[in-house]
């Protein structure tokens, strides 16, 4: 137990130290598949996100930490409930000076519904769609200061030890505005596609290395205020992310690279660098 | 800097978690095999380690299961009935349902 202790250790220096100069979204493998009735699910995920290269001369340059912290519960088989709670912060700047933030970011509450689950000696393959709401902490300045609605379709395949998932999520944000500047945020579309390749470690069978690979899609619309878009807001950016994820009985250490290939930015807004996360899911 | 920073933050955590998950595992031992009825199961939709703990877990709230343990890579259950007790596989196939897995036969 101890060497395994100290294999984990080192496998996750490693994936810090590898990932430590990326931003990420999260390894979408299994998004379709609902957990086991009563089973519970502490997830967590350190995310960096880097932006730069300023269109404009001010030099600007933005780092984002973003600790998520979140608990889900199979409430019924086909039924999980989801809470997240993530904790951010980030460093701007400009024109040779710095400014710290740190907070919290919008909670979420969401609910996934597996809608078909197939299991045969073959295949698995399974399709669950979710509905979350975003509330604002409206403690500092990461939150939204809106209600915001979101929905999205998840598809899992799998066969012998390869998976395959396909991923749609539309968020409607700004439906309730709890600030007084009356923004609307704009719209997110997301698209994800992902593949994995899991390789059985030991004799056992209670360990398991998965090498991932996906392709993600996003559009963010513009903010509205008055009928008009703001400028500097909205963004579409293609990202390629290789990750890897390994898993022990009830633990799965889990990082993910973010590489984006293309990205178009409304008016003067930063590129995004590549990003990455790595974390940690412990079901019990 | 930034790497320091999420180095001792991500370590500090994960150390926490593993080092508690080692800490609290009991030493199972394994009991004499023939004072216990073993029945196994086939169970389809088993697909990686993580998958038959949801498994195991609802198949041991079961009163006359004395131990439960899944192989994703054989799709198999093996249950240990508790002396004296009568087992239901029709309980057995309720428990590998809502952990969202399907039953294939009873091999034993």
């Known amino acids: 137990m101890k060497r395994l202790f100290w294999m984990l250790y080192v496998v996750q220096i490693a994936l810090v130290l590898v990932l430590s100069d990326a931003i990420a979204a999260g390894i979408s493998v299994d998004a379709g598949l609902t957990p086991a009735e009563d089973r519970w699910i502490l997830r ?46 980030q460093e701007i700047s400009m024109a040779g000076s710095t400014s710290k933030d740190t907070g919290l970011a919008n909670l979420s ?176 | 800097m930034r790497n320091r920073f999420l180095l001792v933050l991500v370590s500090s955590f994960w150390i926490g978690v593993i080092g508690c998950t080692v800490a609290n595992r009991g030493v199972i031992t394994e009991p004499a095999k023939q004072d216990f009825e073993i029945r196994i199961y086939e169970v389809l939709g088993m697909d990686c380690p993580g998958c038959h703990g949801g498994l195991e877990k609802l198949v041991r709230k079961i009163p006359a299961v004395q131990e439960a343990k899944a192989n994703w890579e054989k799709r198999q259950l093996v249950v240990t009935v508790r002396p004296g007790a009568e087992l239901n596989d029709e309980d057995i196939y309720d428990a590998i349902g809502r952990a969202n897995f399907t039953v294939g036969k009873r091999i034993k």
């Open chain 1, 109 to 284: 509450l969401l609910a996934k519904y597996g809608i078909y689950r197939r299991n045969t000696p073959e295949h698995t393959f399974g399709v669950a769609m979710t509905f979350g709401l975003e509330l604002p902490t409206g403690a500092d300045a990461f939150t939204s200061e809106t209600w915001d609605v979101n929905s999205g379709l998840y598809m899992s395949w799998r066969r012998g030890s390869w998976a395959s998932d396909f991923n749609i999520a539309y968020a409607w944000n700004g439906l309730a505005d709890e600030s007084s500047r009356g923004t609307n945020p704009g719209d997110e579309l997301s698209l994800d596609w992902a593949l994995a390749h899991q390789f059985s470690i030991g004799g056992e069978a209670e360990v398991a290395l998965a090498p991932v690979l996906e392709v993600s899609y996003k559009n963010i619309g513009q903010d509205r205020l008055y009928s008009h878009d703001v400028a500097d807001t909205g963004e579409t950016i293609l990202y390629i992310s290789p990750g890897i994820k390994f898993t022990k009985s009830s633990l799965i250490l889990e990082a993910l690279a973010q590489i984006p290939v293309w990205q178009e930015q409304e008016g003067s807004q930063l590129k995004r660098s590549t990003g990455g996360f790595v974390g940690i899911r412990f079901m019990f």
């Open chain 1, 44 to 89: 967590t995920q350190m995310r960096y996100m880097e932006r730069d290269d300023d269109p404009t001369s001010m030099n600007r340059k933005m780092d984002r930490y973003t600790l998520n912290i979140v608990l889900a519960y199979g409430l019924r088989r086909n039924l999980t409930l989801v809470l997240k709670q993530p904790v951010v912060h």
